[in-house]
């Protein structure tokens, strides 16, 4: 699909993808209050953590609830 619409030169070009927002962080998966809404210090690292990212080892699981 992506092959396709970048060669496409005549005409605008959409790609509609199934998504699930925030998905592979728990806190965040599927959760429509999180839209727009930015996670505070112990919330991102969580996150990162979650996602295979160095996080801030200062914070728990616990704490970012």
Known sequence: ALD????EEERPTV?????????????FED???WH???PNDKQ???ALRE???PGDE???EEDAR
């Open 58 to 60: 200062r914070y728990s």
């Open 15 to 27: 790609i509609v993808a199934a998504t699930v927002k925030g998905r592979g962080v728990e806190l």
């Open 4 to 7: 396709q619409a970048r060669a």
């Open 36 to 38: 727009g809404k930015a």
């Open 51 to 53: 996602l295979g990212e």
């Open 44 to 46: 991102l690292a969580m």
């Open 31 to 33: 959760k429509a209050e």
